[in-house]
């Protein structure tokens, strides 16, 4: 059997729709399972929910979303049945809303909220596969994906998934009827909804690979696969055929949306394959990302991408000299583990670290308990490039080459040869583009 993810843009509209019923038409003896994403921007808009200016507003925002959903059933022809769940859904929203009042929500009433998008999108998709043809079962992902309790970043428990995923999932596949279900989200043991952090569909579809043991993940979206930076800022960028596990790692951890940062986490084990494809032009190959792939270069360039992360603030603290540096790290970094939060790119010197942080709702309380160790600055807006390539830390020269592309540009933090695919530096925000441009005109004649 197969996953096959798709994205908001690839169930954006009819059109789209239809594609995704031809992809996996074809592919009904392969036994897929289908991933989907809520509708591009619906996302969004369960979390503006949360401002709404009380409970009339919020109905009448959720009803536009209904609208969306209820539109898109009707320019695929499909019976009122469809949204029928859909209109319930909304309701109980409504009721919600009405008892307790619109204001702050907790991270687990964000969850249940937020969760709707993917609900809806996959009632949506199951009717057109069974309009299209496609025998097709909707199936609620929060009786297979089990999480932590971390709302809003849930981790997944993998033993409880792969026992859920046989038991739910499995039969369905045996009958020949392809399961629908939500990317995204997932439940407590307790059966609380929870999700897997923005972009987390990607995560879903690998999670269930691994638990299914499937052939291959298929991440269907809106470009040709990984390329060698966003399209969005270089429009040229080219297409990268083959990947490692690692290299798309490092890329989706440092800002190339395309995969969710864990997607590759539980593949790696099972050694599963993972493509990236475009679903506005199925016919075209996409990214092979697989396990010990021996990545070739693109042309004589010895980097294969670039990507950048904007929304980083940069903490430098400066500690007090009779720290000895030893027991200075160590003290650091066990803030912030006891914080929970993780540290990309750093710097250090014998009474400075520098460490860039991304999760900035999470940094007042990390300060208050850094300022006990030491002096702490921060440095706002700012982000992280990071170079990936082959054996960089290997290359004569490339040091020189990399920065002299950029030497317009500010350069904070340089992080280097800690691994020696990557490469990462810290710029200001509104400096990224620059860099990312400059880059890749080096390595790739193009920018
Ligand atoms: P989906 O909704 O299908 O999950 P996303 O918007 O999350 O799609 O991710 C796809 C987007 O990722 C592309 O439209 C592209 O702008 C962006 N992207 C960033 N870096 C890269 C890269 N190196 N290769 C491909 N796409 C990238
Ligand atoms: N719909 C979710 C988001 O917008 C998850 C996803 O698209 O992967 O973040
Ligand atoms: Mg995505």
């Known amino acids: 059997m197969i996953v096959a993810k798709f994205g908001g843009t690839s169930v954006a509209d009819a059109a789209a729709i239809h594609r995704l019923v031809g992809i996996i038409a074809a592919r009904r003896d392969e036994r897929p399972v289908v991933v989907v994403s809520a509708l591009a921007k619906i996302t969004d ?5 949360e401002d709404a200016e009380g409970p009339a507003d919020f109905e009448a925002a959720v009803a536009r979303i209904v609208e ?5 059933a009707h320019d695929l022809d ?14 109980s929203l409504g009721q919600w809303v009405r008892a307790r009042g619109t204001g702050p929500w907790t991270s687990a009433e964000r969850d249940r909220v937020i969760a709707h998008g993917e609900l809806w999108s996959s009632r949506v998709v199951a009717a057109a596969l069974d309009h299209g043809g496609v025998p097709a079962a909707w199936v609620d992902a929060r009786h297979v994906i089990i999480t932590e309790p971390d709302f809003g970043q849930a981790a997944p428990r993998l033993p409880n998934i792969r026992n859920r995923a ?8 045996e009958r020949n009827i392809v399961p629908v279900t939500q990317g995204f989200i ?6 609380q909804t929870t999700t897997l952090g923005r972009g987390g569909s990607d995560y879903t579809a690998s999670l269930l690979g691994a638990a299914l043991g499937a052939e291959r993940v298929e991440i269907w979206t809106d470009v040709d696969g990984l390329l060698t930076a966003d399209p969005r800022i270089v429009p040229d960028a080219r297409l990268l055929p083959e990947a490692s596990y690692d290299e798309a790692a490092e890329l989706a951890a440092f800002g190339a949306r395309v995969l969710h940062p864990a997607t590759q986490l539980p593949l790696i084990e099972a050694g599963i394959p993972c493509w990236v494809r475009n679903s506005f032009a199925p016919e075209r190959p996409g990214t092979r990302i697989v396990a010990g792939a021996r990545p070739a270069p693109l042309g004589d360039s010895p980097v294969r991408a670039i990507a950048w992360k904007k929304g980083i603030t940069v903490v430098n ?20 583990a006891r914080h929970g939060v993780a540290v990309d790119v750093l710097a250090s010197s014998e009474v400075n670290v520098s460490v860039t942080v991304d999760e900035p709702a999470r940094i007042p309380a990390l300060v208050t308990d850094l300022e006990a160790l030491g002096t702490v600055t921060l440095f706002e807006r700012r982000a992280i490039v990071a170079v990936v390539g082959l054996d960089l830390r290997g290359t004569r020269g490339f040091s020189a080459r990399l920065f002299g592309a950029v030497r317009d540009v500010n350069i904070e933090v340089i992080s280097q040869g800690a691994s020696e695919i990557n490469v990462t530096f810290v710029v200001e925000e509104g400096d990224g583009i620059r860099a990312v441009r400059a880059l890749h005109q080096e390595f790739f004649g193009t920018g």
Do not use: K, M, S
């Open 78 to 91: 499909l019976p009122p049945a469809a949204i029928e769940r859909i209109r319930e859904d909304a309701d």
């Open 186 to 191: 997932g439940a407590t043991q307790d059966g």
């Open 68 to 72: 969306r959903h209820r539109a898109l």
């Open 45 to 49: 808009q369960l979390i503006a929910l």
């Open 317 to 336: 603290v400066r500690a007090p000299r009779r720290l000895g540096a030893v027991e200075f790290l160590q003290q650091l970094f066990a803030v912030f």
């Open 166 to 173: 046989a038991r739910v999932i499995g039969p369905i596949i």
